[in-house]
């Protein structure tokens, strides 16, 4: 049973910073492409950052660029993103996922097989 499951969420200021974590169990994710998504309210899911665990290949939003950097953890099968100079419209419902990434890059929601619970980001102006 693959489980993903988040953390590092809460509220912080314009212009701060947060990192989220994302631990993996249940398989060997070497083959997999680890994402993160954000949803926030009214708003469809929303690709932000992914990276490969074969290789580091990394490909982010253009919204995220600069500001927040995707790594992992091999040994603690853990996915990271660290946010800075968060913007209220950062603001949002953030997600990891594990799916493939072969030739194309995932930024699709429906690309991904396995969702953790999600972990709320609260950024006030």
């Known amino acids: 049973q693959v489980q993903l499951v988040e953390s590092g969420g809460g509220l912080v200021q314009a212009g701060g910073s947060l990192r989220l974590s994302c631990a993996a169990s249940g398989r060997t994710f070497s083959n997999y492409a680890m994402g993160w998504f954000r949803q926030a309210p009214g708003k469809e899911r929303e690709f932000v950052a992914v990276?490969?665990?074969?290789?580091?290949?990394?490909y982010y939003a253009d919204s995220v660029k600069g500001r927040f950097t995707i790594s992992r953890d091999n040994a603690k099968n853990t996915v990271y993103l660290q946010m800075n100079s968060l913007r209220p419209e950062d603001a949002a419902v953030y997600y990891c996922?594990?799916?493939?990434?072969?030739?194309?890059?995932?930024?699709?929601?429906?690309?991904?097989?396995?969702w953790g619970q999600g972990t709320q980001v609260t950024v006030s102006s």
């Open positions: 990276i490969r665990w074969s290789d580091d290949r990394i």
């Open positions: 996922a594990a799916g493939g990434w072969t030739i194309v890059v995932p930024t699709r929601a429906s690309w991904y097989a396995y």
